[in-house]
């Protein structure tokens, strides 16, 4: 004997398409949303070094490529005096050698011998986020008090990194959307088609007296089911790759990305499935409610 | 003093009832007429007649294009769709081309009304396995309808239709695909229902089975019901003779 909830659906009933359908978007979806959670939080960390913090650059080389020997020390007490006195700097601090190969690792490898490079020295300005100096001001004073140094407008530059990720996270935003919508209209062509395919099961069970709703629970239960096992596949998949993105974007990036996820992201994400199950339910019921009225 | 059988309510009341589908031609004209409790009626006529369509308009599967149906004392056109499911539970019907789900077994197809209708399956099993064994096809419980003959599945289409002891039974050809026997049989199903309270109609082109069974016809001719039987009539009486008759017949075999 059949069990009690399945004399509705026979063997066209459980379509091949949705499961999988359901699987690749919650795939897609989980991986953009990954990437726009990591883009998210290197964008606070980029914001906040936008607010907090100035670079000073001293030349070791002149122009024509001779060493400035003891000059660049007198230039660099002449910078860190002003710095130090200037109002919403609350530090000035010169990098030393390994700190110089630590920020060269992502382009010059591990190898490299920087004091054989002609690099200059770095002044690592931290800024009062809430009273920042006047950046116009600060540069004319280095100007005067050290010709030749430049201050480092990565503020400039980041505000600008900003503004291009914040547009990435509005795109993905609508990307996300749009793949809702694919999965709302699938859904809803799909179930049409079992209910076109089934339709002297539904005919006859309407004539037997099953009121409508009785009907749209289980078509939407039925697929809500299938949905959810095929968006647990896809998220399955998922996972391994963000992992391996994360991993070969900290190889690349080292912390300009910041691809690691929070506790509550990785909660987010595990609730994308259920929410592709759940818009499957929701446009299950819609669609067979719709189509149940064409029977008198 | 009026008894309470004498107030209830007809169980159909058709008003000058017509039917088309989409523009063609009318097939059901000006059709009114009364079905009491507990009656039996043959609907005959020729083929083409519009007996189908009658039922269709009976079992609430079409909506009439002009006039009013009430059905158990309701008019059918004020009926939401929830209350049209409910009295749809309260008829039973043997369709001409049986109807029976290909990925059900006998025994499922017969329980489909039950199991709709939210019974115990403790109850579903034992009231279908009993009314199988009485159609004959207790052995046939487990098979499907693609591995049975035409007629074992019209005696599933017909145990379905009164497993759950309907108020009113539509059959439309019941017994056109059995044999004598098995149609007299059927016959007696009906009357056994009837009996206990079902009105029954039933469409048939067997005028060897009307005249056996004396009961009234509805007579189908060119989308007019030629033939109305008089109201106030309960058939109990004559149906309880009948069951008798047979069972008589039975204990002299």
């Known amino acids: 004997m059949s069990k009690k909830s399945d004399f509705l659906f026979n063997k066209e009933s459980t379509h091949f398409f949705l499961p999988w359908m359901c699987a690749l978007m919650v795939f897609m979806t989980t991986l953009i949303l990954a990437g726009g959670m990591s883009i998210h939080n290197s964008l606070k960390l980029w914001q906040k070094g936008v607010a907090e913090s100035l670079t000073v650059q001293i030349a070791t080389y002149d122009d024509d490529g001779n060493s400035r020997g003891e000059l660049v020390y007198r230039d660099i007490e002449n910078a860190l005096t002003l710095l130090r006195t200037t109002p919403g700097v609350l530090g000035a601090m010169v990098l030393n050698d390994d700190q110089m190969q630590e920020l060269m690792v992502p382009w010059l490898g591990t190898d490299a011998v920087i004091s054989q490079l002609p690099l200059p020295k770095l002044i690592d300005v931290s800024v009062d986020a809430s009273r920042p100096p006047m950046l116009e001001q600060l540069k004319a004073d280095l100007e005067q008090a050290v010709p030749g140094a430049i201050l480092d407008s990565h503020r400039i530059w980041l505000a600008d990194l900003v503004h291009f990720a914040s547009a990435i996270l509005s795109l993905i935003g609508f990307i996300v959307i749009l793949l809702f919508i694919t999965v709302a209209i699938t859904v809803m062509y799909t179930t049409k088609s079992m209910l076109s395919i089934q339709e002297h099961i539904l005919d006859l069970v309407h004539m037997l007296g099953a009121k409508d709703l009785y009907i749209t629970n289980r078509y939407a239960w039925h697929n809500f089911k299938t949905a959810l096992s095929g968006s647990f596949i896809g998220f399955v998949i998922a996972i391994p790759i963000m992992f391996g993105v994360t991993m070969f974007l900290k190889s690349v990036s080292g912390e300009l990305l910041q691809s690691s996820l929070s506790a509550t992201q990785w909660g987010l994400l595990i609730l994308v499935p259920f929410a592709v199950a759940g818009l499957t339910f929701f446009t299950t019921y819609k669609t067979v409610l719709t189509y149940l009225r064409k029977f008198v | ?253």
């Open chain 2, 1 to 253: 003093m009026n008894t309470k059988e004498d107030i209830s309510p007809n169980i159909v009341e058709f008003n000058g009832v017509s039917l088309r589908y989409n523009k063609g031609p009318e097939i059901l004209k000006d059709i009114s007429f009364v079905l009491e409790p507990r009656s039996f009626y043959f609907m005959t006529g020729e083929s083409g007649a519009g007996k189908t369509s009658l039922l269709s308009l009976l079992y609430l599967h079409l909506e009439p294009t002009r006039g009013r149906i009430r059905l158990f004392g309701q008019a059918v056109d004020m009926m939401s769709r929830a209350t049209k499911a409910q009295f749809r539970r309260q008829i039973g019907v043997v369709f001409q081309d049986y109807r029976l789900l290909n990925h059900l077994n006998a025994f499922d197809n017969v329980a489909l009304p039950l199991r709709l209708a939210g019974e115990k399956e403790a109850d579903i099993k034992k009231h279908v396995s009993e009314l199988l064994s009485w159609v004959g096809l207790e052995k046939q419980m487990k098979s499907y309808p693609e591995e049975l003959a035409g007629g074992e599945q019209q005696r599933i289409a017909i145990a379905r239709a009164v497993i759950h002891k309907p108020t009113l039974l539509l059959a439309d050809e019941p017994t056109g695909n059995v044999d004598d026997a098995m149609a007299k049989r059927l016959m007696y199903l009906f009357l056994e229902l009837n009996k206990l309270g079902t009105t029954i109609v039933v469409a048939t082109h067997n005028v060897g089975l009307v005249k056996n069974f004396h009961f009234p016809q509805l007579h189908l001719s060119e989308g007019h019901v030629t033939q109305v039987p008089a109201s106030g009539t309960s058939y109990t009486d004559m149906a309880a003779k009948l069951l008798k008759r047979e069972e008589k017949n039975v204990e002299k075999i």
